[in-house]
């Protein structure tokens, strides 16, 4: 079956950067989107950052200009770099992966979450 596995999380300053990773593995033939999205404490988990198959990246506007999604098709893995890291990224992020399944569906999977904590 397929897997996902995010490496990178941590805790780290303001100001700071981490960068995450996330690889697929299993039965993938083709993918159609990677991306991230996080849960903060009290908050509804949101979309950060997303990039297609086509090329195209999406980003929320609370990290635009601060973070980089990027992917490596040989390896389908993706990794989000976080630079000048404020205490409101805090939260759990999870890897995302879109794939197709035949003409008319897709199927989602997800990572299991990595914590990444900004403080001082």
């Known amino acids: 079956q397929v897997q996902l596995v995010e490496s990178g999380g941590g805790s780290v300053q303001p100001g700071g950067s981490l960068r995450l990773s996330c690889t697929a593995s299993?039965?993938?033939?083709?993918?159609?989107?990677m991306g991230w999205h996080r849960q903060a404490p009290g908050k509804q988990r949101e979309l950060v950052a997303a990039?297609?198959?086509?090329?195209?990246?999406n980003y929320a506007d609370s990290v635009k200009g601060r973070f980089t999604i990027s992917r490596d098709n040989a390896k389908n893995t993706v990794y989000l770099q976080m630079n000048s890291l404020k205490p409101e990224d805090t939260a759990v992020y999870y890897c995302?992966?879109?794939?197709?399944?035949?003409?008319?569906?897709?199927?989602?999977?997800w990572g299991q979450g990595t914590q990444v904590t900004v403080s001082s």
């Open positions: 995302h992966l879109e794939i197709p399944r035949g003409y008319l569906e897709t199927g989602d999977y």
């Open positions: 299993g039965s993938i033939f083709s993918i159609n989107a």
């Open positions: 990039a297609t198959s086509g090329g195209n990246t």
